[in-house]
C-alpha cells in the first residue's frame, strides 16, 4: 500500500533542494485555508474525496481535496502566504504530480475519458485563489502513473523483502553479552512485555547495569510482535546518542575497527542538528545558493539507494554516502528516515514544536515505539522546548538595518512594544509583570512583519539562515507558535532587558523582555503519547515517579518499573554533615568548615574526587577557602561557556592515579552522563540540596503547580533539586568494584522529606 503523496515524493521529485525561509502557513492554518476554499464551491461539490486504485501490484490510497462533477474538474488545494510565482517551479510541478494521480485514478473510478485538474493556491492573508488549470486525458493520466510506478515497483519489493528479513532477525537476536548484569534482564523484561502490549513504562533503573543495551534489546525484540515500523531512541546529549549507537553495533556485531561490516538487517540511522551536518554554513538551503542543493533531487536517488544498502548511518557513515553523491548530508538523513528501522536522535525531533518524526509518521501511517533516555531531563528540556522569548535588542538591531520595504511592520511592532513597556511602567516595573494572555496587539504586529519578511526572504534568496533577519524571523515564528497554544499551562510576563550592546538603537522607553514560558509540558505532549507502539522513559533518577508522570502528563495505565541497585551499600559510604549549611545567608559561615571536612576526606583517602555548588559564585568562594587552608590539595575548576576542549581537560584529570579535588556546578556539565569507573573518581561533596533559586518565575511556577497537582514547592523545588543530588552521586559507583564516599554537606539532608528521596540503597550517617 501506498499513499499518492508518498508515491510521488518519492519518484516525481526533480532538481534542486528549496528551504529558503518561504513564509508558509501552519498546519491549522492549511486546515482553515482548505476548508475556506471548499466552503465557497456549489452545491454539487465533493470535499475530501477518497479514491483507492491498484496499479502494477500496487495498492494506491489518497484522498482528492475537492470534485466538482458538474465541471468535471478535481481541485488540488495549496495554501501558501506571498506571491505565488515565488513558488518553486519544482514544489508546483510535484503538486501537478499529486493531482494527476487523483485525476487517474477518478477516472478509472468513474470511467471518465478525461478531466480537468485545478492547482488552487489560496493565499490564508488575503483570501485570493490562483488557480493553475489543465486538462487531462485519461490516457495521459495512466502513462503519468504507470511512470511513477514503474520507479517505485522495485524500491518497495526491496523494502518489502528487507521487512521480512529484518522481522527474522529480530525474532533471531540474542544479547550480545554472555548473561544479563544483576537488574539488567528484569529492566529488558519490563520493556519487552511493555512494549509487546503497546503501553508506555517509566523504568527508574541505577547507573552501571548497562540501560542502554538492555532497552534497545527488548524493544527491538518486541518491534515484530506488534509490525511496528520504527523504533526511535531519544537522548538529552551527545553522550547518550554514542552510547545507543555502540549498543547497536554491539547488537549487529558490529565493529568498524576490527574490519567487520554491518550485516544485520536493520536500519539504523543517527540523527544531528542540521548545524552539525552542514557542510556549507556560508549557504543557503536553496540551488542558487549551496551546491549539495543543487539538483538535490535529481541525485537522490542514487544516494538513498547506496544509503539504503549500507544499513548502518551514522554521523559519518551518511556524510561518506552524502559526499559521494554530492547531496547534502543532513536532507539525505531526513530523506532516510523514510527508510530507517532505528533512528537514534535528541529529545526535540520527537518533542519539538513542529518535530519532524511525528510529523512524517502521522503522514506515512508508519507505527512507531519510543525509548527516552535520561527521561528525568525530559521535563526542562520540554518547557523550553514550549516557550519563546523576544527580546528588544536584537529587534531594534534589525529595525536600524532593516530594508526600507519592512519599516512600515516593523514601526508597527515598535510602538506595540512601547505599549508594553508603558505597561510594565504603570504596574511598577516589577522585576516580573505576569500578563493574562499575549498582548494582542503585539501579536497582530508580529503577525503582519512576519509576513512581510517571509515576503521579503523568498525575494532575496541570496540570504542565508543564519543573516540576522532570517534568525529573528525564525524566532518571531516561534513565538508566534507558542502564543497560539497559550493556556494555563505557560506564563506571559514581561521583565527587563539586559542592557542593550554597544552600538545597538536604544529606545526612550525600556521596552521589556516579552516571555512565553512554558511551566507544565504535559498537555502539550499529551498528544505525543497517543498510538504509540510502546514507549519507555528510563533513567537512574525518575524518583518520585509521579512527578515525571504528572509534568509530562503521562497516561493513567502507564507501567511503572524500579530496578534495585545491584551495588552493595557498603561499596558507598554516604555521610551526612549537620553542621553545614549552605542556605544563602548561611555561605560564608559554611565555608571553613566546609573545607576542613574536604581536606580530612582527602587527607584520610587520597584520589580523585567532585565537589558541586549550586553556583559559580559559591564554588569560587570554597575553593578560594580550600586553597587558603589547605594549599597542598591539587584543585581545578569548572568555568562559566566552557567549551568542549576545556570540558575534556576537566575530566582527563579524573586518571587512576589522580589526586585532587574537581569543582563543579550542580546540574552542569559534570553532574550527570560522565563516567569515571575505579580509582578515577573516589568520592563526591554535594554542598547544596539543588533547590532551584527563589525568584519570582520559580515562584509562579510552584503556584501554578500547586493549583494544578496540589505539592507546588515539591514540584517546582524539592524533585527536581534531588534528582540532581542523586545524579552527581551516582558518578561515585559505576561497577561492582568500585567503593567510594559521598558528603552529603548540609543539614536539610536529615529531613525526613529529602531522605525520602535518596536512593533506598544508600545508608546515609551523620558525621560526628
Ligand atoms: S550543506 Fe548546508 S547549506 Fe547546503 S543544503 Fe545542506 S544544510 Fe543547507
Known amino acids: 500500500m501506498v499513499a499518492v503523496r508518498a508515491l510521488c515524493d518519492f519518484a516525481a521529485r526533480s532538481g534542486d533542494l528549496d528551504l529558503r525561509f518561504t513564509p508558509a502557513p501552519s498546519g491549522a492554518e492549511g486546515v482553515a485555508g482548505h476548508g475556506e476554499v471548499t466552503a465557497r464551491r456549489g452545491a454539487g461539490y465533493q470535499r475530501e474525496v477518497p479514491l483507492v486504485r491498484q496499479h502494477a501490484g500496487l ?27 515565488l513558488i518553486a517551479p519544482n514544489r508546483q510541478a510535484l503538486h501537478r504530480a499529486q493531482a494527476m494521480v487523483y485525476g487517474w485514478m477518478l477516472c478509472e473510478q468513474l470511467g471518465l475519458e478525461g478531466l480537468e485538474i485545478a492547482i488552487v493556491y489560496f493565499n ?27 520507479r517505485y515497483t522495485a524500491w518497495a519489493q526491496q523494502e518489502a523483502a528487507q521487512r521480512q528479513a529484518r522481522e527474522a532477525a529480530l525474532r533471531a537476536l540474542a544479547f550480545p553479552f554472555p548473561d544479563f548484569r544483576a537488574g539488567q534482564r528484569e529492566l529488558a523484561e519490563a520493556v519487552y512485555r511493555t512494549h509487546a502490549n503497546g503501553r508506555l513504562l517509566m523504568a527508574q533503573a541505577p547507573t552501571g547495569i548497562g540501560k542502554t543495551a538492555a532497552t534497545l534489546f527488548a524493544a527491538l525484540k518486541a518491534l515484530p510482535l506488534r509490525g511496528t515500523d520504527k523504533l526511535f531512541y531519544l537522548t538529552a546529549r551527545t553522550t547518550g546518542r554514542q552510547l545507543a549507537l555502540d549498543a547497536l553495533a554491539r547488537l549487529g556485531g558490529f565493529h568498524p575497527a576490527a574490519g567487520r561490516r554491518w550485516t544485520l538487517p536493520l536500519r539504523v540511522l543517527e540523527r544531528v542538528a542540521r548545524e552539525k551536518a552542514c557542510e556549507h554554513p556560508d549557504k543557503a538551503c536553496h540551488g542558487e545558493s549551496c551546491p549539495l542543493a543543487r539538483g538535490f533531487y535529481d541525485r537522490l536517488p542514487a544516494a538513498r539507494s547506496e544509503a539504503a544498502q549500507a544499513g548502518w548511518l551514522d554521523r559519518e557513515a551518511l556524510r561518506r554516502v552524502a559526499l559521494a553523491h554530492q547531496v547534502c548530508p543532513y536532507y539525505l538523513g531526513q530523506e532516510m528516515l ?71 511592520p516593523l514601526d508597527r511592532v515598535h510602538r506595540a512594544w512601547n505599549a508594553l513597556a508603558h505597561e510594565r511602567q ?15 496587539e503585539f501579536a497582530a504586529a508580529l503577525q503582519a512583519l512576519g509576513s512581510a519578511i517571509g515576503d521579503h526572504l523568498a525575494q532575496h534568496p541570496e540570504a542565508t539562515a543564519d543573516d540576522a533577519l532570517s534568525r529573528w524571523h525564525f524566532d518571531a515564528l516561534h513565538w508566534q507558535r507558542v502564543a497560539e497554544l497559550f493556556d494555563s499551562h505557560t506564563l506571559c510576563d514581561l521583565s527587563a532587558a539586559p542592557p542593550a550592546p554597544r552600538g545597538t538603537a ?4 525600556d521596552q521589556p523582555v516579552l516571555s512565553l514560558r512554558n511551566l507544565v509540558p504535559g498537555p502539550l505532549l499529551q498528544a505525543r503519547w497517543c498510538g504509540l507502539h510502546g514507549a519507555t522513559l528510563f533513567s537512574a533518577t525518575l524518583a518520585p515517579m509521579d512527578h515525571l508522570a504528572e509534568l509530562l502528563a503521562l497516561p493513567a495505565d502507564t507501567l511503572r518499573c524500579e530496578v534495585p541497585s545491584p551495588f552493595d551499600p557498603a561499596q558507598l559510604a554516604v555521610r551526612i554533615a549537620p553542621h553545614i549549611s549552605t542556605r544563602w545567608s548561611d555561605r560564608l559561615t559554611s565555608l571553613t568548615p566546609m573545607a576542613d571536612l574536604m581536606a580530612a576526606q582527602y587527607e584520610g583517602e587520597a584520589g580523585n574526587y567532585l565537589a558541586f555548588f549550586s553556583s559559580f559564585d559559591y564554588l569560587q568562594q570554597a575553593l578560594d577557602r580550600l586553597q587558603q587552608r589547605h594549599p597542598q590539595i591539587p584543585v581545578w575548576a569548572q568555568s562559566r561557556g566552557m567549551g568542549e576542549p576545556e570540558r575534556e581537560a576537566f575530566i582527563a584529570r579524573f586518571t587512576e592515579q589522580g589526586r585532587g579535588i574537581g569543582f563543579a556546578v550542580l546540574g552542569g556539565a559534570f ?4 563516567d569515571l569507573p575505579g580509582r578515577r573518581l573516589i568520592g563526591a561533596f554535594i554542598a547544596t540540596l539543588g533547590l532551584p533559586q527563589v525568584n519570582p518565575v520559580n515562584e509562579q511556577l510552584r503556584a501554578r503547580l500547586q493549583a494544578r497537582f496540589g505539592h507546588g514547592y515539591e514540584h517546582a523545588y524539592l524533585y527536581p533539586g534531588l534528582q540532581k543530588v542523586v545524579q552527581a552521586a551516582g558518578r561515585v559507583i559505576r561497577t561492582a568494584q568500585d567503593h567510594g564516599t559521598v558528603w552529603l554537606l548540609d543539614d536539610r539532608f536529615n529531613r525526613p522529606e529529602v531522605r525520602r528521596l535518596l536512593p533506598p540503597w544508600w545508608r546515609p550517617q551523620n558525621s560526628a
Open 506 to 509: 536604544r529606545t526612550r522607553l
Open 671 to 674: 553532574g550527570e552522563g560522565i
Open 59 to 85: 495498492h494506491i490510497q489518497g484522498r482528492a481535496d475537492g470534485w466538482d462533477p458538474d465541471a468535471r474538474r478535481l481541485e488540488e488545494i495549496k495554501t501558501h502566504r506571498g506571491d505565488p510565482a
Open 338 to 408: 523514510r527508510w530507517t528501522d532505528v533512528a537514534v536522535g535528541d529529545y526535540n525531533h520527537v518533542f519539538d514544536l513542529g518535530a519532524h518524526w511525528p510529523a512524517l509518521a502521522d503522514e506515512n501511517g508508519w507505527t512507531t515505539a519510543l525509548l527516552v533516555d535520561e527521561a528525568h531531563n525530559l521535563i526542562d528540556r520540554a518547557r523550553s522546548m514550549y516557550s519563546a522569548t523576544l527580546a528588544p535588542a536584537p529587534f531594534q538591531q534589525l529595525r536600524a538595518q532593516a530594508p526600507a520595504a519592512l519599516k512600515k
Open 426 to 440: 504603570a504596574r511598577g516595573q516589577a522585576e516580573l509583570t505576569v500578563l493574562e494572555a499575549p498582548p494582542a
Open 124 to 150: 490564508i492573508d488575503t483570501g485570493s485563489e490562483t488557480p493553475q488549470v489543465q486538462w487531462h486525458t485519461a490516457a495521459d493520466l495512466r502513462a503519468h502513473v504507470q511512470a511513477l510506478c514503474a
